[in-house]
């Protein structure tokens, strides 16, 4: 059976995209995730897309992180499908419901609103989520802020010089965070402007993502550190991230289309 594919990239965050919303295709798993995000012997993504139909939306899309793992919510993966799809669409998620506007070249979506609980997060165990007492090798006093997905936040007077490849798998894994979490570090430039590099539970060092950018800027504009609309800059790219008075996140910013392909779906079965 062969399956027609789009891959795709927002900020060079990357994707495989299947589209099941007319056409039938087989139970895809972790395995069948992790084969086709194989960069050497698959196709190669960060997150493998499928899009479903939805009783409670325009459509459904699923997340599969490079390892297998099923995710809740890709910001920069919403911003891609919503290209595909060419028109306003609402998008249901394993975090929510997200609203979706197609711009020239991108996409704004409207994230939801962020949730600080750390039930919600979830940590194990209750505590401030604005200033966490917890530190991992010089890294101290993060923020948590769930965004439809788990994300920590930590403010460094250089985003660059942190280790995020050895200390990220330490942090993403340790039993504070039952679900696993996202790793940010972030460095504040100005009341408009951020910088961040994100460690992206189950897929690693990320060029950009979409809930980090909306994750870090919700964390400093609850600690006051910057306006209420920020540019965060990741390796990948510029987001706009803006918090409403409503309490909605809105992120905007650029999506693209790299080729079309099929596979044999018995390769990677």
Request: proline letters at 6%; hydrophobic letters at 40%; one cysteine or more.
């Amino acid at each position: 059976m062969r399956i027609s594919f789009v891959k795709m990239h927002g900020l060079g965050n990357d994707f495989v995209v299947l589209d099941a919303r007319e056409r039938d295709l087989p139970p895809i798993g972790a395995a069948q995730a992790r084969a086709l995000a194989d960069r050497r012997t698959g196709i190669g993504c960060d997150q493998l897309i499928l899009l479903q139909p939805s009783d409670v939306a325009d459509f459904r899309m699923r997340i599969f992180n490079a390892d297998g793992s099923e995710v809740e919510a890709c910001g920069n993966a919403s911003r891609a499908v919503a290209l595909l799809h060419r028109e306003p669409a609402r998008i249901e998620t394993g975090g929510g419901v997200l609203s979706a506007l197609p711009t020239q070249g991108g996409a704004a979506i409207d994230m939801g609103a962020p949730r600080f609980n750390w039930q919600a997060i979830p940590l194990a165990y209750a505590m401030d989520t604005l200033s966490m007492p917890v530190a991992w090798e010089g890294l101290e006093s993060p923020v948590a802020v769930n965004v439809g997905n788990p994300h920590v936040v930590f403010f460094v007077p250089d985003s660059d010089s942190v280790r995020l490849d050895q200390i990220g798998p330490t942090i993403e894994t340790d039993p504070l965070f039952p679900q696993r979490i996202n790793v940010n570090v972030a460095t504040v430039e100005d009341r408009n402007t951020i910088r961040l590099r994100v460690w992206e539970r189950g897929s690693g060092l990320t060029r950009a993502c979409g809930t980090g950018a909306c994750a870090t800027a919700v964390a400093a504009m609850r600690r006051g550190l910057t306006d209420r609309a920020v540019t965060v800059h990741l390796p990948g790219g510029p987001l706009r991230i803006e918090w409403g008075t409503d309490d909605a996140i809105t992120m905007t910013g650029p999506a693209a289309e790299s080729f079309r392909g099929t596979f044999e779906w018995g390769d990677y079965a």
